[in-house]
């Protein structure tokens, strides 16, 4: 199976396992925070073209932006 692939099953289950209440909120964080790591890793190592990088820039300034306001909010 691709790394996306298994990536993405892994993601169901987070959801499946929250959904059916196997999961408390704080596991389906803390699970949802490991695969964004495992992610970020393999972005990393994957070729992608500069045109890709250039679309995907915004979408994480935004997001790491907005997760320090918030880490700020709660005095971290």
Same mark, same amino acid.
């Given at each position: !199976?691709?790394? =996306? &692939?298994?990536? !993405?099953?892994?993601?169901? @289950?987070?959801? *499946?396992? /929250?959904? =059916? &209440? @196997?999961?408390? +909120?704080?596991?389906?964080? /803390? %699970?949802? !925070?490991?695969?964004?790591?495992e ?7 994957? *070729?992608? =073209?500069?045109q *890709? ?8 300034? +935004?997001?790491? =932006? *907005?997760?320090?306001?918030? !880490?700020? %909010? /709660? &005095?971290?």
């Amino acid at each position: !199976m691709s790394q =996306s &692939g298994e990536l !993405m099953n892994r993601l169901k @289950e987070l959801n *499946e396992k /929250r959904k =059916s &209440g @196997e999961l408390s +909120v704080r596991e389906y964080y /803390r %699970g949802l !925070m490991e695969l964004l790591i495992e992610l970020a890793d393999a972005l990393q190592e994957e *070729e992608i =073209s500069d045109q *890709e990088i250039k679309k995907q820039i915004p979408l994480l300034k +935004v997001f790491i =932006s *907005e997760q320090i306001k918030k !880490m700020a %909010g /709660r &005095g971290s």
